[in-house]
């Protein structure tokens, strides 16, 4: 027969009191405040396509919204970001930065951030390549389109390993800025490379394939490839460039990304919910996307949302 202690006479834990930091902060604000004034001061969140006299630049492949897109290529303004904001959009660019050395000694034939004409392939816009490597020294053929970019851990883990479930490698708006470049340059490859804001733990060696596994990744995708996903960006862009030519038009908030089921439409821009409906309009599958939150235009597009529908073309 068990018997039960009383227990009740030990002292009780106490909850720890926390350290929180200085309500006032000195030097992080100062330091931060600096790096800000510079930030706006270069207008650095207005980076110049390579040829601004056309509406389209690669980078814009990031926008998978076609109204992102029509706000983006008709040139509607952009707000200036908060200070928050600007340093979480600038941590790609410093991580270049650091390492612009260290990728020229690794690629001494290579060019770096190389312009691309896009009217090339029927699209009326331009493009910065990260870089660009040759199979000869004449630099007749191109080898390789590479794009670099950051992402935070968690982004990385859910890329590049398998811990649960298949990895869902690179986001489709990036491999796009390659591809189209690629297609305009006659690459034989395009090279996408991620490299991660914070390492993935030391038990998750098992799931890649080296310690450099654990903060960098690259994926890479052949000519026949590269251009069967151009193809289909570059008829997406020439209809949205065609709705820039229709005065007063609010373009649909149709999706084209691979984490959102195709023929989907985003029905409420602040909260980011989409929706699929069949030919009579009934809802078949519905979820919510993360970019809506980041998008410069979100208050805009709230503001069309609640005047007209978002699910075809509206003229005012």
């Known amino acids: 027969m068990s018997v039960k202690k009383d227990l009740s006479d030990l002292p009780q834990a106490e909850r720890a009191a926390g350290h929180p930091p200085v309500s006032n ?15 706006l001061a270069n207008n650095e969140h207005q980076r110049a ?3 601004e006299a056309l509406p389209y630049r690669a980078s814009f492949s990031a926008f998978r919204c076609d109204r992102q897109l029509h706000y983006a290529m008709r040139g509607d303004v952009r707000p200036v970001p908060n200070i928050a904001d600007a340093y979480r959009m600038s941590l790609g660019t410093l991580v270049h930065s650091g390492l612009e050395n260290a990728i020229k000694d690794a690629f001494p034939n290579a060019e770096f951030e190389v312009q691309v004409d896009l009217r090339t392939i029927g699209v009326n816009g331009s493009a910065h390549a990260d870089i660009v490597t040759y199979l000869e020294q004449s630099k007749t053929q191109v080898d390789a389109v ?4 950051t992402v935070n851990g968690f982004g990385f883990k859910s890329m590049a390993s398998d811990f649960k479930g298949p990895a869902s490698g690179p986001r489709s708006g990036h491999v796009l800025q390659a591809a189209l470049s690629a297609m305009a340059l006659d690459a034989d490859r395009v090279v996408i490379a991620y490299l991660s804001m914070e390492n993935l733990s030391p ?16 994926w890479h995708y052949t000519r026949d490839e590269y251009r069967a996903i151009a193809m289909r960006e ?11 030519g229709i005065p007063d038009l609010i373009a649909p908030t149709s999706i ?11 029905q409420d821009p602040s909260r980011g919910m989409w929706v699929k409906t069949d030919t009579a309009g009934a809802i078949v599958d519905t979820g919510k996307i993360w970019f809506c939150d980041y998008c410069d235009w979100r208050d805009q597009c709230i503001t069309d949302s609640g005047r007209y529908a978002t699910g075809t073309p509206s003229p005012i």
């Open 25 to 39: 902060p000195d030097f992080v604000s100062a330091i931060a405040e600096s790096w800000f004034n510079q930030y």
């Open 234 to 244: 570059i008829a997406r862009i020439q209809r949205v460039e065609q709705w820039l």
């Open 49 to 51: 396509k390579a040829n």
């Open 203 to 218: 038990s998750m060696k098992r799931y890649v394939a080296s310690d450099i596994g654990r903060f960098a990744a690259e």
């Open 256 to 266: 084209h990304d691979d984490e959102v089921a195709q023929g989907a439409f985003i």
């Open 146 to 149: 590479v794009e670099v970019k």
